[in-house]
């Protein structure tokens, strides 16, 4: 397991970050990173306008309090500099509930095992905290740089789907297995 520290505010620190629950105060620096051009391309997306990235911080603050867990943003220790989001999302995939890892960084932290570091340890806090059953990751089909991130904490390519017209590779992980008798955790 790399469950960093896990403080009393509900932030996970690692060697090199602080996952901290987001806040509305983080709309710039995420606007950053939804404007980013490596970032929009690899969603085939145009960048965020402010009302989209108010609308997406929205909806995962409202996560957040709804479930008690959503998405982090993820601080480098070093500068303080907010680089990227990684967390968790309730989704339906098939009629079945179930949470979604995601994380996204600004290009100029790429390749430097950032995304790695804050997936593993979302990971761990999903088992061993949540005690969630599974994970999954919807990556769109080309996405080889998300694909390494997932294989990298130990998710396997279980299927693929089209989303809004869009093919999507399912990796998934399932948490560890319970001591005979005791049910996992709904979602
Ligand atoms: C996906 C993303 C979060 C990865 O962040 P990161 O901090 O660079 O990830 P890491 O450094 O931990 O790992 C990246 C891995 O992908 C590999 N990689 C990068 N680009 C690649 C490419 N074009 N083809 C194959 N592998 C690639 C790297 O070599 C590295 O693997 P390695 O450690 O085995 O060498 C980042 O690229 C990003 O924010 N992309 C835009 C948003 C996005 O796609 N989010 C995911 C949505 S599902």
Redesign the pocket.
């Known amino acids: 397991m790399t469950l960093g520290l896990l403080q009393p505010e509900g932030e996970i620190e690692t060697q090199r970050l602080i996952l901290r629950p987001m806040q509305e105060t983080d709309i710039d620096a995420l606007h950053l990173i939804f404007t980013d051009p490596?970032?929009t391309a690899?969603?085939g997306i145009e960048p965020f306008s402010r009302d989209q990235m108010e609308g997406w911080l929205r909806r995962n603050l409202d996560h957040q309090s709804a479930f008690g867990y959503g998405l982090f943003s993820v601080i480098l220790r070093e500068s303080g500099t907010l680089i990227?989001d990684c967390g968790l999302e309730q989704m339906e995939v098939e009629g079945v509930r179930v949470a979604e890892l995601?994380?996204?960084?600004r290009s100029q932290?790429?390749?430097?095992?950032?995304?790695?570091?804050a997936a593993s340890a979302v990971r761990d806090y999903a088992f061993a905290i949540l005690r969630l059953p599974r994970l999954i990751?919807?990556?769109?089909v080309g996405?080889?740089?998300?694909r390494?991130?997932a294989e990298?904490v130990g998710m396997s390519l279980v299927g693929e789907s089209m989303r809004h017209g869009t093919p999507y590779w399912t990796y998934s992980i399932e948490g560890p297995s319970k001591p005979p008798g005791e049910s996992p955790a709904e979602p």
């Open positions: 490596g970032v690899s969603f990227g995601g994380y996204d960084f932290y790429w390749n430097r095992g950032f995304a790695t570091e990751s919807l990556i769109r996405n080889l740089a998300s390494r991130v990298k």
